[in-house]
Every structure is written in C-alpha cells, then in structure tokens.
C-alpha cells in the first residue's frame, strides 16, 4: 500500500468513527433514561449502576401508568395535541394557499404578522391570557391550551403551506378550470392531493410542538394537565424513577413521529427559512 | 371578478383574527399588566423584581447559558451538516439518528439527563468503574454551581442542537454544486471552500438558526426545572415561579416584558449583522 492510500483510509476511519460518536452523543441518553424508566424503585437506587438492562421490566412502566392522574394527562395531552394540529391546519394552510397564489394589497403586512411572532418568545403570553380564560370559560380546558399552541404552531404551518402550493404548478390548476372544474373543485381534485403528505407533515410537526410545549400548558390548567404540564408540576415532590418514567413516555411518541415526517423535515424547513 | 379578489382576503381572515386574539392581545395585556398595580400605572412590578434576590442571578444564568450553548451548537450543527454533505452510504439512517432530539421536549430532555448525572447515575458509576471517584457524588446540588451548570448546558446542546442541523442541511441543499466545484478546479482545498463558498452562501440559514434558537433559549426554563428545581434560577423559571408559588402575576409579566425585550433586541442585532446583499443570495 503506498503512503496515499494509507491517509486515505485514516481518514475515512476518523471520519467514520466521529460519526459513530455523534450518533452515541444522541442515543446513549435515551438508552439511559429507559433503563430508568423501565428499572423501577430498586434500579434507581442501586450503586453502583447496572448499565445493561438485566434489572429491568415492564412491572415499573406499568406502575407509573397506574399512577392516578398519569393516564388522564397523557390523554389531555393527546387531545390538546390533536387540536393544535387540527386548528393550526384549518387556519395556516388557507392563509398559505392565499400567499402562494394571489397578490393582494396587505400581503406583506400579513407575512410581516406571521414571521414577527417567531421574535417572540409566545408561550410567554399565556400569563395574562389566564385572566381572560377564567373569565370565558376557558381555562383549565383542553380547547383553552390548544388555543395558546395554535398560536405557537401557526405560523410554522401558515409559511410551510404557502411554500407546498407554490411548488405545484399553477397551470395545473388552470387546466382544470378549463375543463370545467369550480375553483373549489379544482382545488380539492388537484392541488390538495399534491400538497397532501407536506400537510400531513407540517401537522404532524405542530402534534409534536403542542405535545412538547410546557410553559403555556401548566400556567392555563389546574386539573385537566397534560402531561408535560402534569410531569413538570408533580416533578418535585416524585420519586426519580417515577420522573425518568414519565421524562420516557414524553419522549416516545415525538420520536415515532419525527420518523414518520423525516423526509419532509428539510424540505419543509428549507422553505420555512427563505 | 370581485369574487377573486375577496378571496384571498377571506383565507388570511381566519389566520390574521386568530393571531391578533391570541398574540396581538396578549402582548398588550402583559404590558399593560406589568405597568399597572390595582390598576393605576405604576413601576411597582418592576421594583418588586429588581428588589428580589434571584433577578440579578437569573439574568447573569440565562445569558451565560445562551453565551455557552448557542455558539456550542451552531458549531456543532455545522460539522454534522458538513459530515452529512459527504456521506454517501448511511446518510438517511445517520440524519434520521441526529434529528431524533428534535421531538424531545426541555422537560424530557431535563430528566434524561437528570438520570445521567444524579449522585446514583451513569456518570458517577462509569467514573467509579474508573476509580476516579469512591462513590455517590452530587453534580447538580446548590453548592456545585459549576457542574450544575455544565449539566444544564449538556442538555441543552443535546436537546438543540437537532433545529439547528435541520436548518443547516435545508439550506446546504439550496446551495448549487457548481459553485464548489468550480472552486476545486481552481485549486481551492477544502478548508478554502468552506469558508470562502459554503459559509457566506449559508448566511440566511445560520442567521434563522441562530434567531430560532436565540429566542427559544432565553425562554429555557423546564430543563433547568427538571436537572436542579430552583437551585439555578433563569428568567422565565422566574416568571413561572411568581405566577405559580407566588400568586403575582405582575411581577411574572414583568419577567415576561424582559424576556421579550432580550428576544427582540437579539433578533435585530441578529439580522443586522448577518444581513445578505440580495446579489449575494443563492
């Protein structure tokens, strides 16, 4: 092997094994909190730790589901979360359907709404949104939290969609009018089957904000927490494995969604930034 | 067609009277919550916040994490997207497995590594596999500020630094070939074309990241809550705090007036610094 060729494969050893160690950085961690969550009293206890998964079964996981209140807040959680994606849809792809084909005075004013609110820090706002709440009947509701994360999600949503139908041809659409299709129908037969899985992701991603979100949720609720609001409220009077447990069951179902939208997810943000 | 051009205004209507409701609203309530006491305008809040003895402290906590873990994960994100651009084999697998924090929450994020450096946990065990320590030792307690804060800074870069991949490799994406390659047949090395081509063609999504990111860190809060309680005060714990514990939400407005001020003013220094000439945009 002449000396070249033996750099060559040096580096692609470095390189390789940098990669390796970035990938550990990101999964060792959550190796670690399920073996505490899944350990139970006796796994978080023990000294010197175990790090191979032998004390370790489903008995733990079980017992903090059977916790009072742990159940219905994964629940609150869920709905809040299934509402966010649902409103932040029913809003954000219109008005980006609307910035995507048309020029109409006010246009910039409007793009000018959407991209100010990412200066702000938005969960904030829930603090005098309390007062208000109370007085409509919205507080300590799922609608009420759902509310505060739409505004968190919406514009995400708003800016993604407007660049989903810039990307589908206006011609397209065109066509069909031509061949006598309604505006509605048109779009409901040809541009909305195109912009389908780029939807689906950006509501996926708003799921994946509101469930996440924790500031808003545990300020607007009393009873109905969800579960982050539940877990951050209950954090310092609970035992540890009763925390990692819970810190276990936030993290699952974000990460199955964040593979199911991995493809979009540059795509989408790619377009979001421009 | 006076039709097409109600249109468009009637699909923005819905998105615009929502955001003027749940965000144009609110911001004015704060404000006006944070300027009055029992409604006569007054500075009382704020002379209630700079008179308590966690304000300087959750001040001089937020900025230095922000100092410590912004700079930490733009770097980050840069080799990783670097690394991504030249992998060919196991590029989807290894994107997959970088991106995975991106749907972790702070709280989440918080107790993972609260597992990972309690006195009982995986650090103190592998250091005394080593035998570099004899046994439980607390990291994250009041009297270990320096460790307590390189575990809050750990989860954070954990946690964060994924958006900022994502942001990067978006844009890497926009960036054409030729460019580079162009640079090569010129005799630029690598080093040379990363700087002189892929950072300045990069400028707008380093400067979203950082704006994104910038933002979203002076309101950290439920990471440093999970890893110490209240042991290491930062600004929007703060706000929490008088709302919850203390029952005052003027003082916790105030609190969220100075958040949003730091936000602002660090997004406007952001965009003047980093600001692109359109001739230079990709």
């Known amino acids: 092997m002449s000396e070249a060729t033996v750099s060559i494969r040096l580096r692609r050893v470095m390189f390789w094994s940098g990669v390796a160690m970035l990938c550990a950085w990101v999964l060792v961690p959550i190796y670690l909190i399920a073996l505490g969550a899944f350990g139970g009293r006796a796994g978080v206890f023990r000294w010197p730790k175990n790090l191979l ?36 849809l029913l809003l954000g792809a219109p008005a980006g359907y609307a ?72 011609e397209l659409e065109e066509a069909a009018w031509i061949f006598g299709c309604t505006g509605l129908q048109a779009f409901r037969k040809i541009v909305l089957p195109l912009a389908l899985p780029g939807l689906a992701a950006a509501a996926i991603f708003s799921f994946v904000i509101s469930w996440n ?33 819970g810190g276990f069951l936030l993290i699952l179902p974000s990460v199955i969604f964040i593979f199911a939208v991995r493809k979009y997810l540059f795509a989408m943000w790619g377009i979001a930034n421009r | 067609m006076t039709n097409n051009r109600l249109l468009p205004y009637l699909l923005i209507a819905p998105a615009t009277v929502f955001l003027v409701l749940l965000f144009v609203v609110p911001l004015v309530q704060t404000i006006a919550l944070a300027f009055m006491d029992n409604g006569v305008a007054s500075l009382t ?133 030729e460019y580079g ?3 090569e047949i010129f005799g630029a090395g690598p080093w040379t074309r990363f700087r002189k081509i892929t950072l300045p063609l990069l400028k707008p999504s380093i400067q979203s990241a950082l704006i994104l990111r910038t933002v979203l860190a002076f309101e950290v809060f439920a990471v440093v809550y999970a890893l110490s309680g209240r042991n290491f005060p ?47 945009q990709p």
């Open chain 1, 53 to 88: 998964p032998w004390d370790s079964g489903l008995a733990a996981m079980q017992a903090f589901l059977a916790v009072e209140g742990v159940w219905t807040a994964a629940v609150n959680g869920a709905l809040v979360a299934c509402l966010t994606m649902l409103f932040s």
């Open chain 1, 99 to 170: 910035l995507a084909r048309y020029r109409f005075a006010g246009q910039d004013a409007f793009r000018m709404l959407v991209v100010l609110t990412r200066a702000f820090p938005l969960a904030i706002l829930a603090l005098p949104l309390t007062v208000t709440f109370i007085r409509t009947g919205l507080y300590d509701t799922p609608l009420g939290v759902a509310l505060v994360h739409t505004a968190l999600a919406l514009p995400f949503t708003a800016l993604v969609s407007s660049s989903l139908f810039m990307g589908i041809p206006r």
């Open chain 1, 213 to 245: 979100e924790v500031f808003a949720a545990s300020v607007l609720t009393v009873r109905n927490r969800t579960l982050t609001a539940y877990l951050l409220t209950v954090l310092a009077e609970s035992p540890l494995h009763f925390r990692f447990a």
């Open chain 2, 45 to 177: 809040n704020f002379r209630k916040m700079a008179g308590d003895l966690n304000f300087g402290l959750s001040i001089g906590n937020t900025f230095l994490l922000v100092l410590a873990v912004i700079p930490l994960q733009i770097c980050m994100a840069l080799v990783m997207a670097m690394m991504i651009q030249k992998m060919d084999k196991g590029r989807d697998l290894v994107l997959w497995i970088w991106i995975i924090p991106l749907g972790i929450s702070d709280l989440a994020a918080g107790l993972v590594w609260l597992a990972i450096l309690q006195d009982r946990g995986y650090v103190n065990t592998v250091l005394n596999m080593l035998g570099l320590v004899d046994g439980p030792v607390n990291w994250l307690s009041y009297e270990a500020p320096v460790s307590l804060f390189v575990g809050v800074v750990l989860a954070e870069v954990w946690r964060a630094t994924a958006i900022v991949l994502v942001i990067l490799v978006a844009g890497l994406q926009l960036i054409p070939k």
């Open chain 2, 181 to 183: 390659e162009a640079a």
């Open chain 2, 234 to 280: 930062v600004l929007v714990g703060e706000a929490y705090a008088w709302q919850h514990v203390n029952q005052n939400n003027g003082v916790a407005a105030v609190y969220a007036i100075l958040v949003m001020a730091i936000s602002l003013a660090a997004t406007v220094i952001y965009i003047r610094a980093l600001r692109t000439p359109p001739e230079m």
